[in-house]
């Protein structure tokens, strides 16, 4: 095994002294190329600082080179030691580099490249024009090399390149690993993660933007004497990219990816040089090849390959003091919610939530899908700004960026982890200690940080190696290590969304101790979570939404009997379904026959073993409490998701193998939760768009028209943007969207999410009227009591298994349904 840090000081050693021992044994052309190599070398590595580090891309660069030049030119030629001119420089475009940064890096992907693309262009314009002081055109001739005494001036001058490039290579070397480094690999790997952490994204990226800036202008200053003229077409657009070429092909973020990227763009060319007129091509074949087979560059891929660090493993049992110590902030004043709600456009998708979380108590955040529970976590966190009421812990919250929360005191977890890939277990941990702070360029993470890291990864029950990256743990250690990240924050309130989603029975019976621990040392914990046994074994007290309002308060057992939280759950009573005009008539042949199904997510099944048909005309629900398997279900059925095992037959022919488009054109078609309508298109075109699949010639007016009579109401809003629809009318035209190609099954995921009542009652009519028309219906809706008003048969699912399974009306009839729902027996 090589150990990485050992290994990258021996063979930066090793650099150092070749690169001070050549100026010495070459001629003068080789010396030439060899000096513009540790310059290339120096601004590649600038912008590994800010590509490999941070994330962002610049096009721009040849810009602080060229103006690192000038300003080199302008100073040397006025007797100014060449010294001086480079810290000039670098103060220069530092400066130029950090305001440039805070505007470009608040956006992203192209419109960042895009901007630094525009500054190169105004520099280059820059330089033509102000002929005073740059020449124009005809550029800057004389300028003097400095002095060397005895020393040949060219080989001092390759000197000084070559030791701007080991100071450069052995800034990157400290700085990947130090706070610095460590804040910009977190926000490079997840922006979200990393504002959670206390993390200003814009701080992190400005630094490096400004770092990047400050050593490409410095190789800048020495390019000057080294050529003794320089002019505006010395710098080349063209170079910009080949720099950006250089650390992606040597591999960004790698320590000697810059040198062996600066070997290809001045090295190599050298080489071929009798294919000069193909230079370009040839580095882009290159590029192509190397993001094709090594997307983590030359460098990058084999030390993925090669460098396996040693394992280190946390202790079995935490170190209990040291745990005490770290918690400062536990037991700290009340979360004081009062009265916050917000609006999504149209959508209220929360009103008047209020409630308050005790140091050491856990407060179980409950309700339906759509009830709004993430969107409390996220305007309490901080990532989304309430439009009215108060967030208070210690102090008023509301308003703040999630950066500023988090150093308040507010961590939280995720639904979907957001680990920082790229980074170790270990180095997820340490960062969060830094609680938002950047730290110092040249300080690394002490032992005492290390010391509660590992403390900290004994208390959640983690037991890998803290050495291996985080891209690469199994889900439920995914899971386990994010909740100990956020407990390195020190929160005086731990926000868990979702914490046992993809996990096992068992996994998830372990967080309940866990959980219950954390209170002990007096952190407020809120938990969001759709594993009811979970939740109703952990809470102290629940809080329940439904439709972003709240609806009921109390502990377990008290929240359990609640009618309106039963109503909720499993939707009103008041609902009465049209009845079939005609008796269902089956010729025994299946329309769709699902076999011992399992489906996952990369970790433990979310579905097991799951069995059911649906014959020509009949009307099929799936139920089961938020999280059991439902949609995972439809998903799979219409190739949107992959099944683990099993068999699925339409008409006899299996579609486990097919696509989405495939499944489609043979005739199954999903109404997906959430409607998923295109926003910008019409109510029309939304609909033509449901028959391109379809296999059958039809009328697309007829079809149209034939939408319009089941919904009239969509009639007067045809040529209207979907996205302007309200919630019930977007539902009516997804589900004609679903029966312009006349399926033979249509499948209908939650289709009374957010919708009101009377939406509800109207929704349910027109899908009555489908069933009695002979529509095949496969059902999935929360609301339980309403998908049986319409349904021949219905199953239940409970933990991704079929609990129950048999004729809607005696299903309805059942007074126990609640149990899958709410987790009764576990209060």
Sequence with gaps: MIKTLPFNALALAAVALLSLLLPFVLGSYALLVFSLFALAVTTVVGLNILLGLSGQISFGHIAFYAVGAYISAGLTMNGVPLGVAMLAAMLVCGVIGGLLAIPA?????????????????????????????????????????????????????????????????????????SQWGLAMRAVKASDIAARSLGFNPVVSKTLAFTLSAMLASAAGTLVAPLMMFINPDSFPFSQSILFVLAVVVGGSGTLFGPVLGALLIVVLPELLSSFAEYRLLIFAVLLLSVLWLAPRGLLGTLARWLVKPVPQFAPETPDETLLQRHFQRAGQDVLKVEGIGIRFGGVQAAKDVSFNVRAGEILGLMGPNGAGKTTVLNMISGFYRADSGSIRLQQELRGLPAWRVARAGIARTYQTTQLFSGMSVLENLLVAQQRGRQGLPWRHPGREAQAVAMALLALVGYRGSVHTPAEDLPHVDRRLVEIARALALDPALLLLDEPAAGLSREETDALIPLLRRLAGFGLAVIVVEHDMALVMAVSDRLQVLDAGKPLAQGNPAEVQRNPAVIAAYLGGTEYRGKPRVMPLRSNGEPGLVVDKLTLDYGAAPVVRNVSFTVNPGETVAILGANGAGKSTILQTLAGLHPARSGAIYLHDHSIKELNAAQIAARGLALVPEGRQLFPQMTVLENLLIGQYACSQRLDPQAEVESILRRFPRLRDRLHSQAGLLSGGEQQMVAIGRGLMSRPSILLLDEPSLGLSPAMIGELYDALAGLRNEGVTLLLVDQMANLALTIADRALVLESGEVVKAGRAQDLLAQADLAEAWLGAGNA
């Design 105 to 177: 890096l608040r956006v992203s992907g192209p419109f960042l490249a895009m901007i630094t693309i525009a500054f190169a262009l105004v520099v280059r314009h820059v330089l033509i024009e102000w002929r005073e002081v740059t020449g124009g055109s005809n550029g800057l001739m004389g300028i003097p090399m400095p002095d060397f005494g005895p020393l040949d001036p060219t080989v001092g001058l390759a000197l000084c390149c070559a030791l701007l490039m080991i100071v450069a290579l052995a800034l990157f070397a400290r700085l990947q690993r």
